[in-house]
C-alpha cells in the first residue's frame, strides 16, 4: 500500500472516530411555556410595544471599495418577517426575499411591483392574501393586540455539491417567524424563530446542517423580563481532499473533535491545522454570536445571531475590488416594553386598601439559556433582573363629611333663667309705672 493511500485510510480511521457533532436531526430546544394567547389582557397595560424581526438568511455583499450603501452593495434577507404590537395599532409583514437597499431604490424608481411582501395591520387589512410561488412563501396577520409574520424560501444560491473552484454557494430550507402577543399566563410576549436546513460555501468546502435561532422574551409589566436565547447546530464538515472531516463552531471559529477518545492527539492537532488552513486558504471563516441583551427602562433590547459565514474573492485580477460575502445564518432582533396599569378604586367613598399584594414576578431574575448543540452541552447563565421599584401605596382618603342634621341649623332654646329675669324686668316696669300715676295723683289734689 502506498504512503498516499497509507495516510488517507488514516485520516478515514480519524473521521469515523471523529463522527459527527452531534446526533444528526431535530435538536431539542429550550421553550417557554405557552398558555394561550389573550388579547384581553391588552387593557390592564398602560404601555405596549413588541417588536420582532427574524430571517434565517442575511446576505451582505461589500467589496474593499465601500459604494457608501447602508451595508453594502447588497443587503438581502431571506426570509424576512417583521411584526410591531403596539397601543397605537399592530403591524406584520413577511417576505420570502427581502431585496435590499440596492434593488428597492431601483424598484422604487421603474415603479416595480413586488408582490412577495405581505402586509397586515391593524387598525386596517388583518389578514391579507399569502404569498406562494413555489418554495418561497410568506404570510402576515394581525388582532387588535397581536401580530405574525412567517416566511420560507427554497434557496439562495446554489447548494448542491460543485467543484471546489465554483463560488461561494449558499443556503436552502430557510424559514422564519415573528410573533408578538398578550398570553394568559407568561404577560406580554415577544418571540422570532430561524431556521436553515443545509447551507453549502466554497464550492462544498464547508458544509452546515439544521442551524435553529429561537429567542423568547415574556414580561408581566413589573420592569423584569424571562429571555430565552436558544442555538443548534446539528452538525458541520470540512471538506479536506475529498474527505468530511466533523468539525465544532463556536465563537473562535471551527475545532476538530474527537468525540470517541480514540484518536492520538498529536494527529488531531494535525488534523486540525490543515482544517483551518484549508479554510483560510478558500478565504472562509465562520463562527457563532453572543447574544448582545441591553434593558433601558422598561424595554428589553435582545439580538441574537446563530452563525456568521464570511467568504473572501480569492484570485481577484489587480486592481479590481475584491468581493466579500458575509451570511448571518438565523438572526433575531427584539424590542419587549410593557408598563402594568395602576389598580383602580371604584369606590371613592371607600379608602383605599394599604396592603394590596405585589406582582408574583416582582424581584425575579431574568434568566438566558443557551444550547449549543456543537459546544460544551447546555449552558445556563442566571443574571439578577433589576431590582423593582415598590408599587406605590395609595394615600388613602379621608371619609367624607356626614350630611348635617336640619335640627342642628336651628337655633338652640335659651336657659330658663332668661325667663325669669325677662319676667322680673316686666314687674319692675309696672310698678315704676303705678309709682309715677300715684305721684301726679297726689300733685293734683294738694293744688
Given at each position: 500500500m502506498s504512503g498516499a493511500k497509507h495516510g488517507k485510510r488514516r485520516l478515514g480511521v480519524l473521521l469515523a472516530a471523529a463522527g459527527v457533532l452531534v446526533?444528526?436531526?431535530?435538536?431539542?430546544?429550550?421553550?417557554?411555556?405557552?398558555?394561550?394567547?389573550?388579547?384581553?389582557?391588552?387593557?390592564?397595560?398602560?404601555?405596549?410595544?413588541?417588536?420582532?424581526?427574524?430571517?434565517?438568511?442575511?446576505?451582505?455583499?461589500?467589496?474593499?471599495?465601500?459604494?457608501?450603501?447602508?451595508?453594502?452593495?447588497a443587503c438581502n434577507y431571506y426570509p424576512d418577517t417583521r411584526v410591531n404590537v403596539a397601543l397605537a395599532g399592530t403591524h406584520a409583514e413577511a417576505s420570502p426575499a427581502d431585496t435590499g437597499p440596492l434593488f428597492q431604490a431601483v424598484a422604487a424608481g421603474q415603479n416595480i411591483n413586488q408582490p412577495q411582501?405581505?402586509?397586515?395591520?391593524?387598525?386596517?387589512?388583518?389578514?391579507?392574501?399569502?404569498?406562494?410561488?413555489?418554495?418561497?412563501?410568506?404570510?402576515?396577520?394581525?388582532?387588535?393586540?397581536?401580530?405574525?409574520?412567517?416566511?420560507?424560501?427554497?434557496?439562495?444560491?446554489?447548494?448542491?455539491?460543485?467543484?471546489?473552484?465554483?463560488?461561494?454557494?449558499?443556503?436552502?430550507?430557510?424559514?422564519?417567524?415573528?410573533?408578538?402577543?398578550?398570553?394568559?399566563?407568561?404577560?406580554?410576549?415577544?418571540?422570532?424563530d430561524a431556521r436553515v436546513h443545509h447551507a453549502s460555501y466554497g464550492g462544498g468546502m464547508l458544509q452546515i446542517d439544521n442551524v435553529h435561532l429561537n429567542v423568547t422574551v415574556s414580561t408581566k409589566g413589573s420592569n423584569t423580563f424571562t429571555k430565552a436565547v436558544s442555538v443548534a447546530i446539528g452538525s458541520a464538515f470540512v471538506n479536506l481532499n475529498g474527505n468530511l472531516v466533523a468539525v465544532t463552531i463556536d465563537q473562535n471559529g471551527v475545532t476538530v473533535q474527537d468525540t470517541n477518545n480514540s484518536t492520538p492527539t498529536d494527529l488531531l492537532h494535525q488534523v486540525s491545522e490543515q482544517v483551518n488552513a484549508a479554510l483560510a486558504g478558500a478565504g472562509i471563516s465562520v463562527h457563532t454570536v453572543a447574544p448582545l441583551v441591553t434593558q433601558q427602562g422598561t424595554n428589553l433590547h435582545v439580538e441574537a445571531q446563530a452563525l456568521v459565514v464570511d467568504v473572501k474573492q480569492t484570485g481577484t485580477p489587480d486592481g479590481v475590488p475584491r468581493q466579500t460575502f458575509r451570511?448571518?445564518?438565523?438572526?433575531?432582533?427584539?424590542?419587549?416594553?410593557?408598563?402594568?396599569?395602576?389598580?383602580?378604586?371604584?369606590?371613592?367613598?371607600?379608602?383605599?386598601?394599604?396592603?394590596?399584594?405585589?406582582?408574583?414576578?416582582?424581584?425575579?431574575?431574568?434568566?438566558?439559556?443557551?444550547?449549543?448543540?456543537?459546544?460544551?452541552?447546555?449552558?445556563?447563565?442566571?443574571?439578577?433582573?433589576?431590582?423593582?421599584?415598590?408599587?406605590?401605596?395609595?394615600?388613602?382618603?379621608?371619609?367624607?363629611?356626614?350630611?348635617?342634621?336640619?335640627?342642628?341649623?336651628?337655633?338652640?332654646?335659651?336657659?330658663?333663667?332668661l325667663l325669669f329675669a325677662y319676667l322680673a324686668w316686666q314687674a319692675l316696669l309696672v310698678a315704676l309705672a303705678g309709682a309715677v300715676y300715684l305721684h301726679r295723683s297726689a300733685l293734683r289734689r294738694a293744688s
Open positions: 446526533a444528526a436531526g431535530d435538536v431539542t430546544l429550550f421553550t417557554v411555556g405557552h398558555a394561550a394567547q389573550d388579547d384581553s389582557q391588552a387593557p390592564n397595560y398602560d404601555v405596549y410595544n413588541g417588536q420582532v424581526f427574524a430571517a434565517a438568511d442575511q446576505e451582505v455583499v461589500t467589496t474593499e471599495k465601500d459604494p457608501g450603501l447602508p451595508c453594502g452593495a411582501y405581505v402586509r397586515a395591520s391593524y387598525p386596517g387589512t388583518q389578514n391579507p392574501p399569502g404569498y406562494r410561488v413555489g418554495p418561497a412563501t410568506a404570510d402576515a396577520s394581525v388582532t387588535p393586540a397581536s401580530a405574525v409574520a412567517s416566511g420560507t424560501y427554497g434557496a439562495v444560491g446554489s447548494t448542491t455539491t460543485a467543484p471546489l473552484s465554483s463560488h461561494p454557494d449558499g443556503s436552502d430550507g430557510g424559514s422564519a417567524r415573528s410573533s408578538s402577543y398578550f398570553d394568559s399566563t407568561l404577560g406580554f410576549v415577544t418571540s422570532g451570511h448571518v445564518l438565523g438572526e433575531v432582533v427584539i424590542d419587549n416594553e410593557a408598563v402594568l396599569a395602576p389598580p383602580q378604586i371604584l369606590d371613592s367613598s371607600v379608602p383605599a386598601p394599604t396592603d394590596i399584594p405585589a406582582p408574583a414576578d416582582l424581584g425575579s431574575s431574568t434568566t438566558t439559556v443557551i444550547t449549543n448543540t456543537v459546544g460544551s452541552g447546555t449552558v445556563t447563565t442566571t443574571v439578577p433582573g433589576p431590582a423593582p421599584a415598590p408599587a406605590a401605596t395609595p394615600a388613602a382618603k379621608a371619609p367624607p363629611l356626614s350630611a348635617v342634621p336640619i335640627s342642628a341649623l336651628l337655633k338652640q332654646p335659651h336657659p330658663g333663667w
